[in-house]
């Protein structure tokens, strides 16, 4: 029997996830990817019980645990050092069922297109949709090679998705958060420290270790949309975050501004209709993009992925109407509420009144010291998630 053919538009963390899954499932997969290369941006990313419970339903669950350093003993901190709360990593493994890790993005896109046959990524090939399809007929995209037909398209194509406004014209769309991060990862210091956040007035900064030594740091502000340092990203940071607690002044001393990425946060507020129109499932940023504040953005773009290939699952019996209505129902009320508690967590983290800010650290120490438990709490319903598949060990 002919096998049934899926385009995955994008080649992020989730397209390539769902690319991986439905190839699992029988699917002749091709990847449409528009720039030139694979490389992700260059910085770390969390990846919590949930999302690697996703990975063990495709095999890989174990590749990244191994390659990823273990996150959770460390803390929230002042800009002035002090601990407001302290976080351990086999508090957070034993409540949520393993732990949450961290690893930098090349690292996970490798692992991904791995577990692909070669030439199912198409670099150089910005594809849009066309015709979304339907039960009797498949769905079509353009592209620079000319039309092109599959009976799933998976639209993994980001925060600025065209497809998601080709489906959905109506929705309000993207909205400005408020705020604005850099990332930026660095060689391995000298001297060792223990991985934090720190929470000031109307910004954030955090240092995590990769597992190769090198430091993962981001940080956040509040600041108008659209704005750029006058002379660098790092002078910027410097300003911002030049005076606070070891380890920061260190790291940044550290940082080569060619290196600091900085991106605008933005989010969907208002959740979408649905997942899906026809033949096309959204998934990821295309679907939901939230806030950074709970590091769950791809976490949920590799659970999509996962439950998109477990609803589509039966190849030759893949009934579009049926089987994305069913993913849309699986997807949208869960990343829905994700998508609002990072927003409030975000508006937290980004309180810049000091009467305001005085308070939430005192919140912060009264909760920490009732136990870790309560600073996990945060994570409960989200950490604990399981798939709708049994996981597969690797071959
Ligand atoms: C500061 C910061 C920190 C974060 N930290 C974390 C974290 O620790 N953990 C976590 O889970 N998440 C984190 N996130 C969120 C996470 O980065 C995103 O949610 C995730 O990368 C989304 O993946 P995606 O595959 O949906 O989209 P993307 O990774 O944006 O991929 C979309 C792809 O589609 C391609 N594309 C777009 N249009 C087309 C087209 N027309 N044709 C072909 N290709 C196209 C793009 O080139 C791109 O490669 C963070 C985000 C920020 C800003």
């Not at 190839?23 to 528009?34: A, D, I, K, M």
């Not at 929705?171 to 001297?191: D, M, N, Q």
């Not at 946060?265 to 998934?283: E, I, M, N, T, Y």
């Not at 590799?302 to 019996?317: F, M, N, T, W, Y």
């Amino acid at each position: 029997m002919e096998q049934q053919r899926a385009i995955v538009v994008g080649g992020g963390i989730g397209g390539l996830t769902a690319a991986v899954a439905l190839h699992r499932n029988g699917w002749q997969v091709t990847v449409l990817e528009r720039a030139a290369d694979l490389a992700p941006v260059g910085a770390g990313i969390g990846l919590a019980p949930n999302a690697q419970r996703a990975l063990d339903v495709i095999g890989l669950g174990d590749r990244v645990r191994e390659l990823a350093a273990w996150q959770g003993d460390g803390g929230m901190r002042a800009p002035d050092g002090r601990w407001l709360a302290r976080t351990n990593a086999g508090a957070a493994a034993a409540r949520f069922g393993g732990p949450l890790v961290l690893l930098h993005r090349a690292t996970l896109v490798e692992i991904l297109t791995s577990a692909l046959p070669d030439g199912t990524v198409r670099t150089g090939t910005a594809a849009s949709l066309t015709d979304p399809g339907d039960d009797r007929r498949p769905a079509r995209l353009t592209t620079p090679y000319g039309e092109t037909e599959a009976e799933l398209v998976v639209a993994a194509d980001g925060i600025r998705s065209a497809t998601r406004h080709a489906l959905f014209p109506g929705h309000p769309g993207l909205r400005y958060a408020g705020c604005t991060t850099w990332r930026v990862v660095i060689p391995a210091p000298e001297t060792p420290f223990a991985p934090h956040e720190t929470w000031g007035a109307g910004r954030l900064w955090g240092t995590q270790p990769l597992k190769d030594g090198r430091i993962y740091a981001y940080a956040m502000a509040t600041a108008p949309a659209g704005g750029r340092a006058p002379d660098d990203e790092k002078a910027e940071l410097l300003r911002l975050f030049g005076d606070w607690h070891h380890p920061v002044p260190e790291i940044l001393a550290a940082v080569d501004p060619a290196q600091v990425l900085r991106h605008d946060v933005h989010h969907l507020p208002d959740p979408l209709p649905a997942f899906h129109q026809g033949r096309v499932a959204l998934l990821g940023d295309a679907a939901h993009a939230m806030m950074p504040s709970l590091g769950q953005g791809g976490n949920q773009a590799i659970e999509d992925a996962v439950v998109l290939a477990h609803h589509a699952r039966s190849a030759p019996g893949f009934l579009p109407g049926r089987d994305l209505a069913a993913y849309t129902a699986d997807r949208l009320p869960r990343t829905t509420a994700i998508v609002r508690k990072a927003a409030r967590t975000g508006a937290l983290t980004m309180l810049s009144a000091r009467p305001a800010v005085a308070l939430r650290s005192t919140l912060v120490g009264a909760v920490s010291r009732l136990g870790p438990g309560l600073v996990l709490r945060g994570f409960d319903g989200i950490a604990d998630w399981h798939p709708p598949v049994a996981p597969t060990r690797p071959a």
